[in-house]
């Protein structure tokens, strides 16, 4: 089965700092997808950041990048300079190699912004 | 950006009132997915297609039923809105063949059951 966890129910992070938002997963899937989503107050899910399990690469979209680790199946989202506009609550979500596509999500972290 | 619309966007109703939630995409996807999302809570699949005339159920058990007749179009019915029922829902939709799959959201409909 598979599976995300992530073990911070709530983070602060001071205006212009980087954070870094744990993501763990479990899956027996050799070829996966990793993602995040933003999801603030009003509710909406944004799409940030997607990884491939195959990617040597860490992906990277503007401020967001991904520490993908793939021996501890770890995908921690690094959000650099952050702004008050990215207090939200964050998903990271896996897809497996089934063709359904659907998403399995994460317990989601919120993270505050303080000015 | 996504073109992926969801109406209402709050719906406050009595028990036993039947309802439709309404989902629309102009990108052409082929799959489309309703979610189930408590306050604070993770999202939880419950309907997903994958394309005109096919709907399967998704790994939260749930009442509701849905249609695809159109490619753009998703709707989720409840026959008989109960308290329980109380909660966001959230569709999405995706390209079919794409390596990525990336789901884009629609903006969600919170729907209360008194």
């Known amino acids: 089965a598979q599976k995300i966890t992530q073990t911070q129910p709530g983070m602060f992070v001071q205006e212009k700092e980087a954070v870094t938002l744990d993501c763990t997963y479990d899956t027996s899937d050799q070829s996966y997808g990793l993602f995040w989503y933003k999801q603030p107050s009003s509710g909406e899910m944004i799409f940030l950041i997607y990884q491939g399990s195959y990617d040597e690469q860490n992906a990277t979209e503007g401020r967001y990048s991904l520490n993908f680790q793939k021996a501890r199946k770890s995908a921690n989202l690094v959000i650099s300079a952050s702004q008050l506009g990215d207090s939200a609550m964050y998903f990271c979500a896996m897809r497996g190699s089934s063709n359904t596509g659907k998403l399995i999500f994460g317990q989601g972290t919120t993270l505050q912004v303080k000015p | 950006e996504a073109d992926i619309y969801q109406t209402p966007r709050y719906l406050v109703i009595g028990t036993g009132k039947k309802i439709t939630l309404e989902c629309s995409q102009t990108m052409g996807h082929d799959k489309m997915y309703w979610y189930q999302q408590d306050p604070g809570m993770e999202l939880h699949l419950i309907h997903y297609s994958y394309g005109v005339n096919s709907t399967e159920k998704g790994d939260l058990s749930s009442e509701s039923t849905v249609s695809r007749i159109r490619t753009e179009h998703f709707p989720l019915t409840l026959e008989s809105a109960r308290p329980s029922h109380t909660s966001q829902y959230l569709c999405?939709?995706?390209?079919?063949?794409?390596?990525?799959?990336?789901?884009?959201f629609g903006a969600g409909t919170r729907l209360s059951v008194l």
């Open positions: 999405a939709s995706s390209p079919a063949g794409a390596p990525k799959n990336i789901q884009y």
